[in-house]
């Protein structure tokens, strides 16, 4: 589900709408364009209802692709749930799918009413969210699990108190009695409301040119000065950036991430180390014992089966490029953080493999650790329902990345 959220506008306080995903804020009223960089942004459940009290009850929204890897193969599901975070008897352990036909405004300071401190962590959540995977496929024979690309929100669902009923804020029914002297709610306030949105300025830190920036951009470019900025917690951080050259005039560059790795349990130090391990049919040239084993992952969110094709086909292909100081005019945009694309690997490596089942066990084993990471925009050609790797004829549907845009 995508959800809808009512921002300010801090220039102006013009109300914008916008997706839940987006990270940027075009104004439409003034036309300031900020990006929003909240970890972990707090959004409220419009409240109809009205009374005596009115208490705010946290959930944990979490999205996001689970891949699964058994003795049988990998699979994978895309998880979209609602976690809560007060322990209460009287309220749905879960939302449903209630936020999606709701606008959702964004938490601030100065919201009235009480507000109950969240007693998930997100790590938690993860592992709930896992566990019921596991029990759905059954626990046995689980040898890797990993999270790709998941998000996470918190809703507050408001519930009113009044004349000894509690309601439900929404949709306005009683859920339960409740004396006005109960200070359960009370024991359960949260201390502070650290939730205001983080928004930054689009301009380029470097010499104040507008950053190229679509919704979901975690990395943005400055196509005058051409330089590449990461969000991090307090604001953008400069990042280097590879670029391999097309030979087309009109050639679209993808952005990957190429990722260097420690392995311990596994021999796979150098490219050849890779392939002897995955069992690839590939005469192996002396030149890659030598080169050091680098996996490489989309920078982009895209169905999750296409995902691990295209990281296997692109890890396969070690491609190279050259820093430059501008950006490729045709870019596609980066929407998947380097943390995010280091937990790909194993799966990589699982994918890769031609006999899947010599692999499969050996991933308890292994353990990652990504030394670097290094952002390569690679070209690639429109052939009209694909776009399609120059060298390597690696494609990718154009469909596909439409949809990835709404993960
Ligand atoms: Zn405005
Ligand atoms: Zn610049």
């Known amino acids: 589900m995508n959800l809808t959220v009512i921002q300010e506008c801090p220039q102006c306080g013009g109300t914008c709408e916008l997706s839940e995903a987006s990270r940027l804020l075009v104004c439409p009223f003034c036309g300031v364009r900020l990006i929003?960089?909240?970890?972990?942004?707090?959004?409220?459940?419009?409240?109809?209802?009205?009374?005596?009290?009115?208490i705010w009850v946290p959930y944990l929204r979490l999205k996001g692709a689970l891949f699964t890897c058994q003795n049988s193969g990998i699979t994978h599901r895309l998880?979209?749930?609602t976690l809560a975070g007060v322990k209460l008897n009287i309220l749905p352990q879960s939302l449903g799918f209630r936020p999606q036909a709701l606008k959702l405004r964004q938490a601030t300071a100065q919201q009235s009413g009480l507000f109950l401190e969240n007693q998930l962590s997100t790590t938690q959540a993860l592992e709930q969210a896992s566990k019921r995977q596991q029990d759905a496929i059954g626990q046995r024979?689980?040898?890797?699990?990993?999270?790709?690309?998941?998000?996470?929100?918190?809703?507050?669902?408001?519930?009113?108190?009044?004349?000894d009923t509690l309601y439900d804020g929404v949709t306005?029914?009683?859920?339960?009695?409740?004396?006005?002297?109960?200070?359960?709610?009370?024991?359960?306030?949260?201390h502070s409301k650290n939730f205001d949105a983080h928004l930054l300025s689009s301009l380029c830190p470097n010499c104040g040119w507008d950053l190229d920036c679509h919704?979901?951009?975690?990395?943005?470019?400055?196509?005058?000065?051409?330089?590449?900025?990461?969000?991090?917690?307090?604001?953008?951080?400069?990042i280097e950036y590879i670029t391999r050259h097309g030979k087309a005039a009109d050639t679209?560059?993808?952005?990957?991430?190429?990722?260097e790795v420690k392995i311990e349990g596994a021999k796979l130090a150098s490219f050849a180390d890779f392939?002897?391990?995955?069992?690839?049919p590939k005469v192996i040239k002396a030149e890659w014992e030598n080169r050091k084993m680098a996996f490489y992952c989309p920078a982009f969110r895209m169905n999750s089966k296409i995902f691990l094709r295209v990281a296997s086909q692109i890890t396969m292909a070690q491609l190279d490029g050259e820093p430059t100081d501008s950006v490729p005019n045709t870019l596609y945009p980066a929407t998947l953080p380097a943390s995010e694309a280091a937990e790909s690997i194993k799966l990589t490596l699982a994918s890769s493999a031609v006999a899947k089942r010599n692999i499969l066990p050996l991933l308890p084993g292994i353990t990652i650790q990504a030394q670097q990471s290094t952002l390569i925009l690679l070209p690639f050609f429109d052939n009209g329902y694909e776009l399609c790797q120059e060298e390597k004829k690696i494609t990718i549907n154009k469909q596909v990345l439409d949809l990835g845009k709404k993960l």
Request: with cysteine; hydrophobic share 40%.
């Open 79 to 81: 998880v979209d749930t």
């Open 275 to 280: 392939l002897r391990l995955a069992n690839i």
């Open 141 to 163: 024979g689980i040898l890797h699990q990993e999270w790709i690309g998941e998000t996470t929100s918190q809703l507050y669902l408001p519930l009113v108190r009044d004349n």
């Open 252 to 259: 679209i560059h993808l952005p990957f991430w190429r990722l």
């Open 172 to 190: 306005g029914d009683p859920l339960a009695r409740m004396p006005a002297d109960d200070d359960f709610f009370n024991s359960h306030a949260q």
């Open 215 to 238: 919704e979901q951009s975690v990395i943005l470019f400055c196509h005058n000065c051409g330089t590449a900025w990461q969000l991090a917690q307090n604001g953008l951080q400069q």
């Open 36 to 54: 929003l960089t909240n970890e972990m942004p707090h959004y409220l459940l419009p409240c109809k209802k009205e009374g005596e009290q009115l």
